[in-house]
């Protein structure tokens, strides 16, 4: 991992992948770090990019591959972020895209040593994706950093292809920091501009000390050819030979010019200021004349100028006639530039630009409102409306836990009209509508009693010794005996009851989207 601890600059953060949830590291991917971990090399490979949606019952952890897969991005920049944190940052383009996409699947893809190339970690925007154009529809480059995590993942290495990244300005400017902030980077520049075969900082004062005896002017004096540029410096001498350029802070009045002539008690030369071409010397009575020479030069821009009290009246309507820079109002016909078509900035938008809008992009509107006529209904997991998402029609929004049916006679014979409304959330069933069923019941065990019966022997002897017994002690035939009716009771039958009698559940399973109805 020494490679990758070196690389600690951060990618851009104004291109992070956004609407995407944070990537996951898939069940391969972590059998990879674990590998990595026992010497063996994990290496990524790429991006993989799809349309696929989640399902329910859909398990990230198990995917081998991005769910349907429409485009592949090559690496162009990565970084350990430490702590077992990661960021590559790949590139965007429509080039390739014979067929426009949601792009809704992020895989990054890897392989340990050799072997098959799998997913090792996947995220997903599901329904706040962004649409990729085909090639017919030029777009600018996408820059896409996405972060995602290699735990404690060892000899680490990635497939980096730069032969159709573009440079960005902050490719550049990184560029440049770290090449100045090497020591060493500017040697062999040095080298040549000092003549030196070995750059120390002793051997560059040597050199510069050999510069200055031909260049510069010893403290002590000397001589001096050519002009003397003394702006920001003070010079003290005794006599100058020569022209001097600057302005004198403090100095003794010359009295002679340089052709000898008088020029005491004045303060400038007219040779300095050469406004009037009649005067040698500018003298205080020249210059009430200097000054109306100077404003005869506006009177071809606005009116008739001229020194005195009415001069700054005149040079302020200079200013009034131009627009100020906050909220001006601007007459006749202004023009500026005009924009590209899919400029998206605070520069002016003239007519040009917006002819050129509606070229482009009203036929997409036309087919819009062909896909969507007045009547449609349209769906999404967005509250936004499509009134502000499309740019036309007034659209309603859905009565509240209303399904869609369709319309017409069913094969069980119920007809429903469009527009039509029915059904309930919850439902109480009538006794009719009770499924046939059976009742447990108890009887108690109450009324128990006793019958009596008087039996007499059968040709015996009376004293219940005879061979038999009967009613009566007569011989011979049937004997009929009656019991005691003693014992009428009743008995009490309990059936068990259930149910509570409460409302049912009416609705089948379901996810709650927004919906409106296009009404104009």
Request: charged residues 20%; aromatic residues 8%; hydrophobic residues 30%.
């Amino acid at each position: 991992m020494n490679s990758l601890q070196n690389r600690s600059t951060l990618l851009d953060k104004q291109y992070d992948t956004g609407q995407f949830s944070a990537c996951i590291v898939t069940n391969i991917g972590k059998e990879m770090i674990a590998k990595s971990q026992n010497g063996q090399t994990l290496t990524f490979t790429r991006v993989a990019l799809g349309d696929g949606l989640i399902d329910d019952d859909d398990d990230i952890l198990s995917f081998t591959k991005v769910k349907n897969e429409r485009l592949s991005a090559n690496i162009a920049k990565w970084v350990d972020k430490q702590n077992g944190q990661f960021q590559i940052q790949f590139r965007v383009s429509n080039q390739e895209v014979e067929i426009g996409f949601w792009q809704r699947e992020i895989g990054i893809m890897a392989k340990i040593d050799g072997g098959e190339e799998q997913l090792y970690a996947y995220a997903t925007s599901g329904n706040g994706a962004d649409f990729l154009y085909d090639k017919t529809t030029p777009i600018d480059e996408r820059i896409v950093n996405i972060d995602f995590v290699i735990g404690n993942a060892e000899n680490v290495q990635v497939i980096v292809n730069g032969s159709i990244i573009y440079a960005t300005i902050e490719d550049l400017e990184n560029a440049i920091d770290e090449h100045n902030d090497d020591e060493n980077a500017h040697d062999n520049l040095i080298k040549k501009l000092f003549d030196l075969s070995e750059v120390t900082l002793e051997s560059i004062k040597s050199k510069i000390k050999d510069w200055s005896k031909e260049v510069c002017l010893p403290l002590s004096g000397g001589t001096m050819k050519g002009n003397i540029n003394a702006n920001g410096y003070n010079i003290t001498a005794t006599k100058f030979i020569g022209n001097l350029q600057g302005k004198a802070d403090s100095a003794t009045k010359a009295n002679q010019d340089k052709n000898g002539k008088d020029i005491t008690g004045y303060l400038y030369k007219t040779e300095d200021l050469t406004l009037n071409s009649n005067a040698e010397i500018l003298t205080v009575g020249n210059i009430s004349e200097i000054l109306n020479s100077f404003c005869t030069k506006f009177k071809n821009i606005q009116g008739t100028a001229s020194y005195g009290e009415n001069s700054p009246t005149s040079i302020k309507s200079l200013n009034d006639n131009k627009a100020p820079k906050t909220s001006p109002a601007f007459n006749g016909t202004p023009t500026a530039p005009t924009p590209g078509v899919d400029t998206n900035n605070t520069q002016l938008a003239t007519c040009g630009f917006v002819r050129n809008a509606i070229a482009k992009y009203a036929p997409m509107l036309d087919t819009m409102k062909k896909i969507y006529p007045v009547g449609s209904i349209y769906m999404s997991t967005v509250s936004t409306n499509p009134a502000t998402l499309f740019g036309f029609g007034t659209w309603e929004a859905m009565p509240a836990g209303r399904v869609l049916l369709a319309q017409g006679k069913s094969s069980w014979g119920t007809t429903y009209n469009a527009g039509s409304t029915g059904g309930e959330a919850t439902h109480q069933l009538t006794v009719g509508e009770i499924p046939s069923h059976n009742h447990t019941g108890s009887i108690n065990t109450a009324g128990e009693h006793t019958h009596s019966l008087t039996l007499k022997a059968l040709w015996g002897d009376g004293n219940g010794s005879g061979n038999g017994w009967a009613g009566d002690t007569r011989d011979g035939g049937s004997r009929t005996n009656t019991f005691s009716t003693v014992g009428n009771h009743t008995h009490t039958v309990t059936i068990n009851s259930t149910g509570s009698s409460q409302p049912h559940n009416n609705l089948q399973p379901y996810i709650s989207v927004y919906m409106w109805k296009r009404s104009t």
